[in-house]
């Protein structure tokens, strides 16, 4: 099984994104706190990755010919944990123990934690850097895979990522696929307001990458993204810059006052779950 | 370590040091150019999983004689320390050794979440190679990596390697490619001086060596300290002290039983020389581990002050904090009362 999406009768994108959202709401109920706004913003982007774009085996999670996913923003674990369920490479039962001790799921993501987890985030900046050492190690090997990195757009402060960024260019890594989630939101507030970085596709552009910007929760807006990464013949690296609305798929946590580490409080997260159903079936 | 003498304008001679190209070797000294680039190719050719890699340090690391004989091996990442090493990462993690080089400042102090994050956390088969280890620059604190080592102790799954020689660098090559996981090499480029292989030493990862007997005192040095303890040694026994030198290259993991066979004997002075604050360096993880084991002879440390040290020509600020070999034998005569 390599491109799950593809086979007959497979769930719909949508019914993946609503699954991977289902599965981070559920390891928040057990911690009782998690970055559940930031999962529910990026769930359509790893729905369309691992459903729709990549090449993985979900029994053999370090198969030499898969394609890489990065997760510079460690933070973002609680998603991409929900989408390793969602793909079957971590067993759904384990949901149970996230964020608990011994778990192969803990808060932040590291490699030598969780099957198909490629790197240690949680310092932010680090991803992009390891992407392109890992493009340039796929090309020595000749390998046809390709290195998906997600960063945030609070990353983008960091100088480490531009110094990837005009790396990744110079040694030309069309194998490489950055996506940035931007949610407009750091810690301290808004990311634009922390330090600015628009006009993002300019600046992008002006360093040599392929730029695309997209509804990052509007399917067919990142399913054309991912395929036309995919497609461009450019000797360009290439990045999605995503735009999502944090909490999506659960409208009060939607409207909740935007904050990096939203409150949930013990009784919202039934409600949760069933405010995502309830938009499930509208 | 030539100095330049020119005249100044009142006519008296001025010592000046190249900053970053000086060679550490004394006038007249024996010496071996770029042990590390043409060890490093030897190795490359029966290791097509070696690559180079360099933040714009690849003359001045000794990487440009592996660049020139694998070009498509090489990798120029720019200057940018942080990515360098990330990306380092992002090799090993696809089956390849980097061989990274800098200057030991720059991966020590800009780049080491990077390290720590991405290659030592990972366990990732990274070699980071460094010059300037110490006060090996006349440059400035910008450039003097003093606290590298101590820096470097302190992150887990690091092997850390302060090698004397040309001879130790070229051994330990090879020997650090055999190893898996990471390890950080304090580098001595350039004509390097050229002196252990004259007692028959061979370098094993992990090993301290013996490489002089001696009654009276026992020097514990590392990197180019063991070479100044040699030359000490011969001069005190000029004044009938008979110093014995082990030299450890590899600063972690320590070995401990060679250190403790050695301290336990009785009767002598016990110091510990390196080219590295006396903070967090060899000597304090010298003197915890005798501590740890009940062992308690006269202790001394020879090494840099924890300041920032000055700037000038490297034989007037090796006299100054005391590492030159006039220095280090002029210390070990007053802690024995000669």
Known sequence: METVGTIANAPTLAQRAYNIRRNALRMGEVQGQGYIAQALDIADVLAVAYFHAMHYRPEDPSWEGRDRF???????????????????????????????????????????????????????????????????????????????????????????VWEAIMSAAHHRLDNLIAIVDVNNQQADGPSTEMMAFEPLVDKLTAFGWFVQRVDGN????????????????????????????????????EQREKNHFIRVEPHEWQLALGALEAGKKS | MKPTVSATPSGKPRLTTSAMIASIAADGQRTKPAPFGHALVELARNRADVVGMTADLGKYTDLHI??????????????????????????????????????????????????????????????????????????????????????????????????????????????????????????????????????????????????????????????????????????????????????????????????????????????????????GGLGEAVAALLMRSGVHPVFRQIGLPDEFLAAGALPTLHDRYGISTAEVSRQMKQWLGR
């Open chain 1, 70 to 160: 990065l997760l510079s923003n460690g933070h973002y674990a609680i998603a991409l944990y929900a989408a390793l369920i969602e793909a079957g490479i971590i067993p759904e039962a384990e949901l149970e123990t996230y964020g608990s001790d011994e778990s192969r799921l803990p808060m932040s993501g590291m490699a030598s934690y969780t099957p198909g987890m490629e790197m240690s985030g949680g310092s932010l900046g680090l991803g992009l850097s390891i992407a392109a050492g890992m493009a340039l190690g796929l090309k020595r090997k000749s390998s046809r895979a390709r290195v998906y990195t997600l960063f945030s757009d609070g990353e983008l402060d960091e100088g480490s």
């Open chain 1, 218 to 253: 509007d399917l067919n807006a990142v399913i054309a993204a991912f395929d036309a990464a995919k497609s461009n013949a450019e000797p360009r690296p290439r990045i999605i810059v995503a735009d999502t609305l944090m909490g999506k798929g659960v409208p009060f946590l």
């Open chain 2, 66 to 279: 592996f660049a020139k004989a694998f070009p498509d091996r090489y990798y120029q990442m720019g200057m940018a320390e942080q990515l360098l090493f990330g990306a380092a990462s992002g090799l090993a993690a696809e089956g390849f050794t980097p061989f990274a080089t800098t200057y030991a400042v720059f991966a020590s102090r800009r780049a080491y979440d990077f390290i720590h994050q991405t290659i030592a956390e990972e366990d990732r088969n990274v070699k980071i190679v460094c010059a300037l280890p110490g006060l090996t620059s006349g440059y400035g604190p910008s450039h003097q990596a003093a606290e590298d080592l101590a820096l470097f102790r302190a992150m887990p799954n690091m092997t850390v390697i302060d090698p004397c020689d040309a001879h130790e660098i070229e051994q330990l090559v090879p020997a650090i490619a055999a190893h898996q996981g990471p390890i950080y090499v304090r580098l001595l480029r350039g004509q390097v001086p050229l002196v252990l292989d004259e007692y028959g030493y061979h370098f094993e990862l992990g090993k301290a060596a013996l490489i002089r007997e001696g009654r009276d005192v026992l020097i514990i040095s590392t990197g180019i300290m063991t070479m100044r303890a040699l030359e000490a040694a011969k001069e005190l026994a000029g004044d009938r002290v008979d110093a014995a030198v082990l030299h450890v290259p590899t600063i972690k993991p320590l070995d401990a039983e060679t250190i403790l066979r050695e301290a336990r004997k009785p009767g002598r002075l016990v110091v510990v020389a390196e080219n590295h604050t006396v903070i």
